[in-house]
């Protein structure tokens, strides 16, 4: 079975509005398709071509989203997908990666003239000011996650949630601020936090280590010495 699965890469867009230009891509797709978010949450790259490959995939075609698609991403997935591969037992399908979208001309030329629905713009004095975004909330600890591809990859999204959840559970749910974001660097450390106001960047692969995470920084106030791989304002030799 030859297979499509679309990598769309768009920072600040809801779940809702993912879930609806998903949709409408496997619709209209002329193979069997899935799509899925290269960063934020829901499935990572690995984990969807295992589940490609467990419904009979013999050929997936990597397909980018975007306008335009990051140069940096497009560099990397070759080498993530291809690290998949490495991975598989058995005869695995091919994999191909496709280029992106802004290399064809009629895909340019239909977003030029496409016929969109159009809102006019009333004077709105301090109109750049979003509600409820002059301070931020009180708390004791800034937990910093990176969602961005690289940990994406690596199934960051869920262990977020788990880390929230974790919180809520030990009580400390008014002391901790979770921000989700892009690359913090692009480091081959992830999944990541960083906790501050130490500055410590943790590498927290899995449940467990959340869970350990947790109980050890949060709630006795001590250190995982294991999983620290860098301080914010300690010196380090360079490569």
């Given amino acids: 079975m030859h297979v499509y699965l679309y990598l769309i890469s768009a920072n600040y867009v809801s779940t809702k509005r993912f879930a609806a230009l998903s949709r409408r891509l496997e619709e209209l797709a002329p193979k069997p398709a899935m799509a899925i978010r290269l960063e934020a949450d829901g499935v990572g790259l690995w984990q969807a ?5 467990a419904r009979g995939a013999r050929r997936i075609d990597l397909r980018p989203v975007g306008l335009p ?3 940096s991403l497009e560099n990397w997935l070759p080498g993530a997908a291809g690290a998949w591969c490495a991975q598989q037992n058995g005869v695995p399908p091919e994999v191909f ?3 992106s979208p802004e290399h064809d001309d009629d895909v340019i030329r239909a977003v030029a003239s496409a016929e969109v629905s159009l809102q006019r713009v009333v004077d709105r004095p301090r109109g750049e000011i979003g509600k409820g975004w002059d301070l931020p909330p009180p708390h004791q600890h800034h937990l910093l996650v990176c969602t961005g591809p690289r940990c994406h990859l690596k199934d960051a999204p869920n262990l977020a949630d788990h880390l929230k959840s974790e919180i809520r559970r030990a009580g400390l749910g008014d002391s901790c601020l979770v921000t989700t974001t892009g690359c913090v660097f692009p480091c081959n450390a992830g999944p990541v936090i960083v906790h501050y ?10 449940l467990s280590e959340i869970q350990r995470f947790v ?8 250190r995982l010495e294991h999983l620290i791989f860098h301080q914010t ?3 380090h030799e360079t490569a």
């Fill in 49 to 53: 071509l295992d589940t490609l490959r």
């Fill in 69 to 71: 698609f990051s140069q």
């Fill in 97 to 99: 990666f496709a280029s």
């Fill in 197 to 206: 106001p130490r500055g410590d960047w943790y590498r927290v692969p899995d």
């Fill in 215 to 222: 109980k050890t920084v949060l709630v006795q106030g001590g």
């Fill in 233 to 235: 304002g300690v010196s």
